[in-house]
């Protein structure tokens, strides 16, 4: 699978999740460096993966694309009590804020509910499938945690005891992971007999 993405840590945790499952993930790259694609500002995560996506095969020479598995992810946090704020911006958010804005906007709000969405889009042999991940969770009062990456310090995940995913193992994040969750979908998928 060639991943077209320029965030190491979600190489890293797709590397990580698929190694064991028999798959391979390289980054793309075209002429040693990795493809600037256009970041579209769509609020839906599927319409801006299938975008990068379509750019991704084009930069592909003709004679190779039947032979390549191009995967393209995009992801988000979702605040509830921001009307689902940063969303499909949330790496231009991080970027401007980081998580202490993020924290100043939740401070003396009582509901911290939030999720983590992921939708992994994999075009192979003329095909596209697409496949979701979703971690509910609570924003946390305090910054706790160094590793992982963007919001990781300040997101509780519900299904787990009470520490942030920056303060998890890479294992245990990606158990329980909107990204791990959209790459076991998206490898059910592939493994289904109408592949
Ligand atoms: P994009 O999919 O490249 O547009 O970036 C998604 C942004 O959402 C990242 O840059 C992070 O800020 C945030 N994000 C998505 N997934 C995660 C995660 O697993 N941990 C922390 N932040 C994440």
Sequence with gaps: MIFVTGNSNKLEEAK?????????????????????LIEPQFDDLEKIAIFKADQAIAMIPESEKSDCAILVEDSGLFIDSLNGFPGSYSSFVFRKIGVDGILRLMSGKSMKGCEYRAVSVLVIGGRTIIAKGICRGNISE??????????????????????????????????????????????????????
Excluded: N, W
């Design 16 to 36: 990580r999740y698929l190694k064991p499952l028999g798959m391979e993930v390289e980054q793309m790259m075209i002429d040693g460096s990795i493809p600037e």
């Design 142 to 195: 305090e910054i706790s945690g160094t590793g992982g990456f963007g919001y990781d310090p300040i997101f509780i995940p519900e299904d787990s005891d009470g520490r942030t995913f920056a303060q998890m193992t890479k294992e245990e994040k990606s158990s329980i992971s909107h990204r791990g969750k959209s790459l076991k979908a998206l490898c059910e998928a592939i493994s289904s007999p109408s592949m």
